[in-house]
């Protein structure tokens, strides 16, 4: 069979796995792979779907009980601007990670769907594609995580490899007499899990998240197969992309970091070839959090992952709001700093996440001025100083200004935006979701403040009072999204920085990002105030006189006042 993506696995996996005894592997993927696109009953995805999307990402459990009630909830979330759905982790777990910590890659949790313990797998992979089915009705895309990197220690491959060095599953981890080996990786979770070995009996199990989630061994070409499986078994399903946890890690060399590696991106390089012979189109998401010219290696020349978490950008987002200044931004969107990317790929934006506000990656000096500037509570710290985790609303004062501001910058910057559960409401730190994990677990992970279950009596209540936070955050993203979808620019156009004079004057600060973004002839200017002082700008383009705001179309008065933490999306008249 001769096909571009079949031509590609053969030869990576050739360089990756150069044992002879390593083709009976790439054979049988190969198979696997034949029969998937043969059996498939989809059709291939249109090309850059993900450019046009507007994300929106949740725990099925804490947004709306089950996926039952994620579909009662689908109207209004299309309604919000929303068309695509990222499902934090759903598939089997013991739930010590948040579900990253995988003990079935092909079952869904049972409480997800309403069923029970002794409901048979197909059943709940059944309920699960009518879910599909009916969010696909309803313009809605799906995609999901794959860890990829590890799975739970009560995974039946870890549960087989730890009984001892002659189990066939041995190897599908990585196990060694001491700690000695892979010295310069460092720690992750700093904090809560000092070591990225275990002890087990004799011997010990590398991991690079907690001790309950042990590596797989991506030098073992059985491992890489069996992911590959399952990759295959949920595009058979109907899921439109993944994305893929971790993927920085999923390479060990001794005398390296481990991370990065060339041989990672081998493995990813194999994954979309397999999607893009079963399912083109399919979406493969990178999270890589490390540095701009680290990420974009991800994107690959147009064969690894189709997008990335924009990481690089967002601590900078926060960085310039906290000094009232566009420089952190505007450098790390120089090309000198984050290199440009090809048509196809598409970088992912968010405020917040489900995990902290990380600031692994950024220099020490900036390090301390984020945490210093955002971390109000020290029981918000993640991992040492190196991260916070707090809610948007809750890092923002609580304030709809800033709030607005935030979302204008991350909406309008090239990408394509997600939005946090609950985050539309304004939720706030969940202490009491926190304080019993805690207690369930003995790990204090902070991250549980942000996440916890909405309570939907209490949204409605908020959202009749027009004075309360939940209902001015809630309006204002309605109007910001409808913006957004309204125009191309967004999600596919290009940026160039706008030059505007303004009044008063800065010092050392620019308090002021403004910026076009054009697709065709569709150009938006966007201008937002950094400052908590109202601005007035002096001198603007000459299209935007003519030009109107959005999204409610009145006309665009000039000169232009923004009131503090203001901003302005104006559509640029073509006729001047
Ligand atoms: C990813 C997830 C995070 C998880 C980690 C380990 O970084 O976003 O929540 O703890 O992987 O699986």
Redesign the pocket.
């Known amino acids: 069979m001769s096909h571009k993506a079949i031509n590609t696995i053969r030869s990576v996996f050739n360089e990756l796995y150069p044992a002879p005894g390593s083709q009976d592997v790439l054979e049988e993927l190969i198979a696997t792979l034949e029969k998937a696109r043969t059996d498939l009953p989809f059709e291939d995805q249109p090309e850059g779907w993900y450019k046009d999307a507007v994300v929106y990402s949740l725990y099925v459990d804490l947004f709306n009980g089950t996926f039952e009630g994620l579909k009662d909830k689908l109207d209004g979330l299309a309604e919000l601007g929303v068309n695509c759905l990222w499902l934090l982790p759903i598939l089997d777990s013991p739930m010590r990670?948040?579900g990253?910590?995988i003990r079935d890659y092909r079952n869904i949790r049972p409480d997800l769907l309403g069923m029970s313990d002794t409901t048979p797998v197909e059943e709940k992979q059944k309920a699960f594609r009518e879910f599909l089915v009916h969010a696909h009705e309803r313009g809605l895309r799906v995609i999901f995580?794959i860890?990829m990197?590890?799975t739970s220690e009560s995974h039946p491959w870890f549960v087989e490899s730890r009984k001892g060095p002659d189990n066939p599953f041995r190897d599908y981890y990585i196990w060694n007499k001491d700690t000695n080996r892979y010295k310069e990786t460092r720690l992750?979770?700093k904090g809560m899990c000092p070591s990225n070995w275990e002890k087990d009996g004799e011997w010990y199990f590398f991991h690079?998240?907690?001790e309950f989630?042990p590596d797989l061994n991506y030098a073992n070409p059985k491992v890489l197969l069996e992911i590959c499986r399952i990759l295959v078994f949920w595009l058979g399903q109907g899921l439109d992309g993944f994305r893929a946890?971790?993927i920085p890690y999923i390479w060990k060399e001794d005398g390296t970091n481990c991370e990065n590696l060339p041989q990672a991106h081998k493995i990813i390089k194999i994954f979309r070839a397999v999607l893009d012979y079963v399912r083109p189109n399919t979406l493969l998401l990178a999270?890589a959090?490390q540095p701009p010219h680290e990420v974009v290696k991800y994107f690959g020349n147009g064969d690894e992952c189709h997008a990335g978490y924009h990481f690089p950008l967002m601590p900078m987002i926060f960085k310039t709001l906290a000094l009232s200044d566009a420089t952190p931004v505007q450098h790390i969107l120089h090309p000198s700093v984050t290199p440009g990317i090809a048509p196809e790929n598409q970088w992912f934006m968010f405020l917040r996440?489900?995990?902290e506000l990380t600031l692994e990656m950024v220099s020490p000096e900036d390090r301390a001025i984020i945490h210093g500037h955002y971390c109000k509570n020290p029981g918000w710290d993640f991992r040492v100083g190196e991260g916070i985790s707090a809610r948007l609303s809750e890092l923002l004062d609580r304030d709809p200004g800033k709030i607005g501001l935030a979302y204008s910058i991350m909406l309008s910057l090239p990408g394509t935006p997600i939005i946090y559960y609950g985050d539309e409401y304004a939720k706030l730190n969940d202490e009491a979701y926190y304080e019993s994990f805690r207690k369930e677990t003995g790990k204090d992970d902070t991250?549980y403040l942000a996440r916890g279950p909405l309570d939907w009596e209490k949204i409605a209540l908020e959202l009749k009072d027009t004075s309360s936070l939940t209902y001015k955050v809630n309006s204002l993203m309605h109007a910001l999204l409808k913006a957004r979808n309204s125009s191309g620019a967004f999600g596919r156009g290009s940026m160039q920085w706008a030059g505007v004079q303004y009044s008063p004057a800065g010092e050392a600060a620019i308090p002021v990002l403004a910026y076009f973004r054009s697709y065709g002839d569709d150009v938006v200017l966007v201008v937002n105030n950094l400052s908590g002082n109202p601005l007035e700008v002096t001198s603007v383009d000459s299209r935007a006189v003519n030009g109107i705001n959005m999204p409610d179309g009145s006309a665009v008065s000039t000169p232009l006042v923004l009131e503090p933490y203001g901003f302005r999306w104006i559509k640029l008249s073509t006729n001047n």
């Open positions: 990670d948040a990253f910590d995580d860890a990197n590890h992750i979770f690079r998240f907690f989630q946890d971790a999270e959090c996440l489900h995990d991250r």
